[in-house]
């Protein structure tokens, strides 16, 4: 079994390392894992719940990030979050994600087209842009 150290690492690091890599070695025999690095089961199994804990607290902070960048890249695309519950729109409102006159907007919107105001293309109105065959005679 090979452990690579970088510097920058800590011996707390290291130490998870080593006894994940020997758990994962002896089968995941908490037993011989603990003997073989000269602990107490208890020991060991503090340790795996202190990494569990530490694993858990890195994934809410990864979450947490995540989440700060997205409501930060929404922000920053004029998207405003809601803060509670969807609440039932009515009206234009619900159609053109125009906010009602009665909540001040802190950013300015931008009015989007109805559906049914939406132009249709009809099939006589479109061109072939296809290159026309040509019957060989110039």
Known sequence: MTINWTPGQ???????????KAFIHFNKNKTATARALA?????LDNKF????E???K???????????RR??????????????????????DARDGME?????????????QKPEEVQAVLPSQTTDLRPKRSSGKL
């Open 10 to 20: 800590t011996l707390e690091d290291v130490e998870e390392i080593v006894i994940k």
């Open 39 to 43: 602990i107490s089961l208890r020991t």
């Open 49 to 52: 719940e202190k990494y569990a």
């Open 54 to 56: 530490d694993d858990r």
């Open 58 to 68: 890195r994934r809410e902070e990864d979450e947490r990030r995540a989440k700060e």
């Open 71 to 92: 409501e930060w890249n929404d922000r920053a695309r004029g998207i405003t979050p809601c803060d509670g519950p969807e609440e039932e729109k009515s009206g234009s």
């Open 100 to 112: 009602s006159p009665s909540k001040p907007s802190t950013q300015s919107t931008v009015p989007v």
